[in-house]
């Protein structure tokens, strides 16, 4: 029903700009991809980052870290201590999928020579590990993982991994609800003390690692009388706009417009069949009922006869910087002849 609420919306915002004529038209097809038909191919991987200097200022955040490096230190022989709780930002869109979820966290000596805690050094009375105890609440899901290793490393250059394990868990979250990570820490080699890092790039990081199908994002394609193009995408990712990136001064979301494209041809790469881009094209930001984001374009080039295609180009915050699109979208329509007694959408 919801899907059904949010592609409506989208046919509302675009119809406010596009005059209903007998003319050129969106008609169904009989064969291959019918207008309308709509289809993303996903980036399955949602980061959660721990953000802070140390255990007070830590945070819980779908962005990509900063860079700094924090901290909390404990003291060996102490028992299990508490490091902190924190949760993510609430949901603006639910989440109903099956995910394999783990947390990773990095850990080091302070002030120790190496193998200070190691079966090998005569001093100490064999393998003293440290231990990491990670829990993640969300919504009536939990997971839980503890990870016990004997540190060696002595710098954050060479800090290890300590990562829980990966679980299969069923999360079904509701606007509002968020992700709680709580983290407890025991470092059982006497006279020595142990941080677990957070806040670093690639190393020293940690955070909640979320894999699934967990967002698939909303776009619509119409057009006008006058064959101009008129593109709607809606941000139903879980923290809705947010999730989105920041460039050039605007949500990192890009199309191309393709045709006239056969009719079982989903996409083409041959530049003479690219109609326009939305570089250049203002864009129109409204806010959705339950504090959702659409954005809407209007094209300015004529459309060919037959069957085009938008592609929509998403880019998530905290997601691979390596990708320009975490999320591809492509929406069909299908442009008569004039006069051939269909009506436009």
Known sequence: ASAMRRTALLLVLLMVATTTVTGYALAQGDDGYPSGHEEWRVDDVMRLYVEGLNEEEAVLQRNSTD????????????????????SSPPLVNPIEATVNMSVFFSVRLEQAPARSCSATNPFTNG????????????????YTSTVQQ????????????????????????????????????????????????WGGFEQNSGGIIIEGDIYEPSASLM??????????????????ADDIDWADGGPAVSWSIWGPLDDDELFSRDGDDLVETSTGRALIERVLPGNNTAWTWTG???????????????TVVGADPNEDCHATGYVRAIVQEPGSGFASS
């Open 67 to 86: 860079g700094a490096v924090g901290f909390f230190e404990v003291l060996g022989g102490s028992g299990e201590v508490p490091v902190f709780s924190v």
């Open 127 to 142: 393998n003293q590990e440290t231990s990491l105890r990670m829990e993640v609440t969300a919504g009536s899901s939990t």
């Open 150 to 197: 004997v540190i060696e490393a002595v710098s954050n250059d060479d800090s290890e991994l300590f990562e829980g394990e990966r679980q299969m868990i069923n999360l079904s979250m509701q606007p509002g609800d968020v992700f709680t990570l709580n983290l407890w820490m025991q470092h059982d080699c006497e006279g020595t003390r142990a941080r677990v890092l």
């Open 223 to 240: 057009i006008d009388a006058s064959r101009r193009a008129h593109i709607a995408f809606t941000a139903d990712l879980p923290w809705g």
């Open 300 to 314: 300015v080039e004529e459309v060919p006869i037959g069957h085009v295609a938008v592609e929509v180009c998403v």
